[in-house]
């Protein structure tokens, strides 16, 4: 297995542990079949990231705070996520878990 198939195998699983359409995670990431570019790379990792993160806080509530609205980010998680913004969600859960 390569290293990209371990990625969008992550991914995979942390997109249906949060419950996050995959029409949602094809906009964001691209096609699963597609190999992945250092773009597409980035934000499966980073998508991996707020996973864990968000599993560490919320265990099986993430799904369910991945959806609602958020003063501090502006928005709900999946909208940041729905627009490519990935890294201001991922950056507020690390701070969040490394306070605990």
């Not at 942390?14 to 995670?25: M, N, R, S």
């Amino acid at each position: 297995m390569t290293e990209d198939q371990l990625i969008a195998d992550a991914v995979r699983r942390a997109a249906t542990l949060l419950e996050i359409d995959p029409g949602v995670l094809a906009s964001v990431i691209g096609p699963a079949d597609e190999q992945l570019d250092e773009v597409r790379r980035l934000r499966a990792l980073l998508l991996i990231r707020l996973y864990a993160a968000a599993e560490v806080l919320f265990a099986e509530q993430a799904p369910a705070w991945l959806r609602l609205p958020n003063t501090v980010l502006g928005a709900s998680p999946l909208d940041l996520i729905r627009r490519g913004d990935l890294l201001n969600a991922v950056e507020y859960l690390e701070s969040r878990t490394s306070c605990r």
